[in-house]
């Protein structure tokens, strides 16, 4: 997780690489919203990697409903 700025732009990035088992998924889900809590809420925040996980999951859902 790190964030970037440049010419007084900033923005957050997420880059992760998740395990196959959809408990370890989820968790890592969690985990990372729980990072992101750290930083300024109004930035833009991308996250992206390989999820292991398809849409419907349960760690898309806890993006999902958490607005991602």
């Not at 395990?19 to 930083?39: K, Y």
């Not at 990697?49 to 993006?63: E, K, L, M, Q």
Request: aromatic share 14%; net charge negative; with cysteine.
């Amino acid at each position: 997780i790190g964030l970037f700025e440049r010419r007084s732009v900033k923005i957050i990035v997420v880059n992760t690489h998740f395990d196959f088992e959809e408990a370890v998924q989820e968790r890592s889900a969690q985990l990372i919203l729980t990072f992101l809590s750290e930083f300024p809420s109004d930035l833009p925040t991308i996250v992206m990697g390989d999820f292991n996980a398809n849409p419907g999951s349960r760690a898309y859902c806890v993006f999902h409903s958490n607005g991602f």
